[in-house]
T-cell receptor, first 113, second 110 residues
Framework: DTAVSQTPKYLVTQMGNDKSIKCEQN?????MYWYKQDSKKFLKIMFS???????INETVPNRFSPKSPDKAHLNLHINSLELGDSAVYFC????????????FGPGTRLTVT | KQEVTQIPAALSVPEGENLVLNCSFT??????LQWFRQDPGKGLTSLLL?????REQTSGRLNASLDKSSGRSTLYIAASQPGDSATYLC?????????FGTGTSLTVIP
């Protein structure tokens, strides 16, 4: 059973398009996260939701909008995609916010052409 | 702001050798520190989590230590194997988020 799953695994799209990445966790965790890993492999947090409420919103363009329909899902919607958005996006979850072990999804490799 | 550094950026060792990976952080006010491995094109796999009140954690051939006062953690891998080849990342839980290091790319040569 996959603990944290993401779809799609690969996403290739053109500049200006709007796309979504979905994330689901079956661990019963309260907190979910979105991270961006750039070409130099550096991981940076983008958003964090605890019990469907936004608790972290780092300096991310407002073209990125997370949505949490329930505790088990945290989706990422990106408007007007730009070349610089190309990266690997990881979803993660933890039992509670920040002081608990994180579990990561397999990542979504986004390529904007 | 918390900054996390991992040295060296890359390490190559012959199979069977014991090795140590380093992680340093600038602010000792942390909740925990977590070590991950990342295989090429894959997600992150959690290896060990050390809470701020703990000094070390062990899992199989892995041992992680934490010295909050000096802002350091080490990951010790005993009797390295080619299957240990991966990038190892440390992440510090502080404030309301996690801060990641830039990783150490480990290659174990058969």
């Amino acid at each position: 059973d996959t603990a944290v799953s993401q779809t799609p695994k690969y996403l290739v799209t053109q500049m200006g398009n709007d796309k979504s990445i979905k994330c689901e966790q079956n661990l019963g965790h309260d907190t979910m996260y979105w991270y961006k890993q750039d070409s130099k492999k550096f991981l940076k947090i983008m958003f964090s939701y605890n019990n469907k409420e936004l608790i972290i919103n780092e300096t991310v363009p407002n073209r990125f909008s997370p949505k949490s329909p329930d505790k088990a899902h945290l989706n990422l919607h990106i408007n007007s995609l730009e070349l610089g958005d190309s990266a690997v996006y990881f979803c993660a979850s933890s039992q509670r916010a920040h002081s608990y072990e994180q579990y990561f999804g397999p990542g979504t490799r986004l390529t904007v052409t | 702001k918390q900054e996390v550094t991992q040295i060296p950026a890359a390490l190559s060792v012959p199979e069977g050798e014991n090795l140590v990976l380093n992680c340093s952080f600038t602010d000792s006010a942390i909740y925990n520190l977590q070590w991950f491995r990342q295989d090429p094109g894959k997600g992150l796999t959690s290896l060990l989590l050390i809470q701020s009140s703990q000094r070390e954690q062990t899992s199989g051939r892995l041992n992680a230590s934490l010295d909050k006062s000096s802002g350091r953690s080490t990951l010790y891998i005993a009797a390295s194997q080619p299957g240990d080849s991966a990038t190892y990342l440390c992440a510090v839980g502080a404030g309301n988020q996690f801060y990641f290091g830039t990783g150490t790319s480990l290659t174990v040569i058969p």
